[in-house]
């Protein structure tokens, strides 16, 4: 194994506190749990003395009822990053990494942490080496939903695909009600998701993946090698949390239409760019003047104080991520401070 340094994180890690307007977070503010509904007083907790396998259970079948599988299919993770690494690491062994770019960068430094071949090319997965398919939906950095239509060719395509990871961390912004889960639409399809994102809750540590019988307890069998089990505390929690869904669905909504509506005035009134808004909390900006994207996003901080993610972490070269997760007037004053930059750069 040779691990391999993930530079947004670095990015985001390094430079967030210098930023005056950080754009740079994918993931919705911190909620406060009581004020939706959830008890976290841990003497709450600590009373109710359950075991480690009744709060397990009972987070599983909050999940699993959220996507209406059973919760033999769900494994408990440490967030999206112990969920990422557990199947590249287990179901991936021995297999080679297709990774379609732009991708969220996780999804191609993990496999290659791991040693295995990674190509960027889906027609790839058809060599003479048998693969895992790794993608995202929505897409980070692009924010654009995978469509089903295309997700059913790549499962049903003659090749050496063996499984196709889907990690579907923002893919319960697109819905309303309750979110749908492309794990179920062919026997390669496991998928992964975290309360990171839509929930604010990134210091839970709380993930989740979905995957049959078989994948399942291969994948429990390489989590209690690596973690154990996660944070009985965490898990009592998160469960609390997706039964007060609703009200966190409300409020990820509210964040993202007032700040998607900002992001839209952004585009139409910035010469030089262009993007598409998806259902995430982001979208990938190209820009037609400039340096390559790691040296205009450090130009972009030290002229303006305003804190993006460079295009290139993510296969994307002359772009940059641009999260609107903040509050309004943090992102307001980092697209006006872009729009002024972008005006005037060379």
């Not at 959830?38 to 987070?59: H, N, W």
């Not at 062994?93 to 993990?110: K, Q, S």
């Not at 060719?153 to 196709?164: C, D, F, Y």
């Given at each position: 194994m040779r691990p391999t340094r993930d530079k947004l994180f670095d990015w985001i890690l390094g430079l967030g506190p210098r930023s005056r307007y950080n754009l740079t977070s994918s993931g919705l503010p911190e909620p406060e749990l009581r004020s939706?509904?959830?008890?976290?007083?841990?003497?709450?907790?600590?009373?109710?003395?359950?075991?480690?396998?009744?709060?397990?259970?009972?987070?599983?079948?909050e999940v699993a009822k959220l996507y209406g599988v059973s919760p033999e299919n769900v494994v408990a993770t440490s967030g999206a990053s112990e969920a990422i690494f557990l199947v590249y690491?287990?179901?991936?062994?021995?297999?080679?990494?297709?990774?379609?770019?732009?991708?969220?960068?996780?999804?191609?430094?993990?496999?290659?942490?791991?040693?295995?071949g990674v190509g960027g090319l889906v027609?790839?997965?058809?060599?003479?080496?048998?693969?895992i398919l790794g993608l995202t939906d929505s897409n980070n950095p692009t924010g654009r939903s995978l469509g089903d239509e295309a997700l059913d060719?790549?499962?049903?395509?003659?090749?050496?695909?063996?499984?196709?990871f889907i990690n579907e961390?923002?893919?319960?912004?697109?819905f309303s009600g309750r979110p749908r889960t492309h794990f179920g639409r062919s026997a390669k399809i496991v998928t992964?998701?975290?309360?990171?994102?839509?929930?604010?809750?990134?210091?839970?540590?709380?993930?989740?993946i979905l995957a049959d019988g078989p994948k399942a307890q291969r994948l429990l069998n390489g989590?209690?090698?690596?973690?154990?089990?996660?944070?009985?505390?965490?898990?009592?929690?998160?469960?609390?949390?997706?039964?007060?869904?609703?009200?966190?669905?409300?409020?990820?909504?509210?964040?993202?239409?007032?700040?998607?509506?900002?992001?839209?005035?952004?585009?139409?009134?910035?010469?030089?760019?262009?993007?598409?808004?998806?259902?995430?909390?982001?979208?990938?900006?190209?820009?037609?003047?400039?340096p390559p994207s790691v040296d205009f996003a450090r130009r972009l901080l030290e002229k303006t104080g305003t804190l993006v993610s460079p295009g290139d972490f993510f296969g994307a070269p002359r772009a940059f991520r641009l999260c609107f997760t903040a509050d309004e007037q943090t992102l307001q004053g980092g697209l006006d401070a872009l729009t002024d930059y972008l005006g005037r750069s060379p």
């Open positions: 939706m509904g959830v008890e976290a007083s841990f003497e709450e907790f600590a009373s109710e003395g359950k075991t480690d396998t009744e709060i397990l259970g009972g987070f599983a079948e690491g287990v179901l991936g062994h021995g297999l080679r990494a297709v990774v379609p770019l732009p991708n969220y960068p996780a999804m191609f430094t993990i496999p290659r942490s791991l040693d295995m027609s790839r997965a058809g060599g003479a080496r048998p693969s060719e790549l499962a049903a395509a003659k090749g050496n695909a063996r499984v196709i961390t923002y893919r319960e912004f697109a992964c998701s975290t309360m990171t994102k839509f929930y604010g809750l990134g210091r839970l540590r709380v993930g989740w989590k209690w090698a690596i973690s154990g089990h996660d944070s009985e505390y965490s898990l009592w929690l998160a469960t609390q949390v997706l039964r007060q869904r609703h009200r966190f669905v409300e409020r990820a909504h509210g964040i993202y239409d007032r700040n998607a509506a900002l992001v839209r005035r952004f585009l139409e009134r910035t010469e030089g760019v262009s993007s598409e808004i998806g259902p995430a909390p982001f979208c990938l900006i190209r820009y037609k003047k400039g």
